[in-house]
T-cell receptor
Framework: GAGVSQSPSNKVTEKGKDVELRCDPI?????LYWYRQSLGQGLEFLIY????????KSGLPSDRFSAERTGGSVSTLTIQRTQQEDSAVYLC???????????FGPGTRLTVL | QKEVEQDPGPLSVPEGAIVSLNCTYS??????FMWYRQYSRKGPELLMY????GNKEDGRFTAQVDKSSKYISLFIRDSQPSDSATYLC??????????FGAGTRLTVKP
């Protein structure tokens, strides 16, 4: 079956521009996560959606970062006024909560010039 | 101190060697323990999943969890060049609050 998909796979933008990153989770997965992975670093949690509950935004590094999940499926991570330190791979994962596992997409590699 | 500690390596072994990867953690609430494998420029893929203490074997891979020591391990037997990747440990509590290790970069040389 189809796994988690993310688009675009690569994004190069100029400092100060806004970017939108998209995640299509596995069908039926109620949990959706966004992480950031910098070169040689572990996964930094950003935000977690579970069903219709209010998202856990505790990992968002600044108010320039926001995310939405429409209809309990597709999610969009938006970064406003991008900075060079935002350059990283942004990974999305979906899962079934009671199994406590997550399945990752291939990531979007963001480069801010 | 980080909640999850994992030696980033890099670790280089010859083909056929037994590989041991480890993580320690501080949060006793963690109940679910996972190992992910991440190839270069790919997303992490779930490799092993264990609930609570004990061992789990899947082919050449064995996961061990020792909750009393807050220590988990992944063993790879008869390692192959295709095992070359970064291995991340992950763990979560009953609230699905998951924490990841920094990942250990493994190279298996033919």
């Amino acid at each position: 079956g189809a796994g988690v998909s993310q688009s675009p796979s690569n994004k190069v933008t100029e400092k100060g521009k806004d970017v939108e990153l998209r995640c299509d989770p596995i069908s039926g997965h109620t949990a959706l996560y966004w992480y950031r992975q910098s070169l040689g670093q572990g996964l930094e949690f950003l935000i977690y959606f579970q069903g219709n509950s209010a998202p856990d935004k505790s990992g968002l590094p600044s108010d320039r970062f926001s995310a939405e999940r429409t209809g309990g499926s597709v999610s969009t991570l938006t970064i406003q006024r991008t900075q060079q330190e935002d350059s990283a791979v942004y990974l999305c994962a979906s899962g079934v909560v009671f199994l406590n596992t997550q399945y990752f997409g291939p990531g979007t590699r963001l480069t801010v010039l | 101190q980080k909640e999850v500690e994992q030696d980033p390596g890099p670790l280089s072994v010859p083909e056929g060697a037994i590989v041991s990867l480890n993580c320690t953690y501080s949060n006793s609430a963690f109940q679910y323990f996972m190992w992910y494998r991440q190839y270069s420029r790919k997303g992490p893929e779930l490799l092993m999943y264990t609930y609570s203490s004990g061992n789990k074997e899947d082919g050449r891979f064995t996961a061990q969890v020792d909750k009393s020591s807050k220590y988990i391990s992944l063993f790879i037997r008869d390692s192959q060049p295709s095992d070359s990747a970064t291995y991340l440990c992950a763990m979560s509590d009953n609230n699905n609050d998951m924490r990841f290790g920094a990942g250990t970069r493994l190279t298996v040389k033919p």
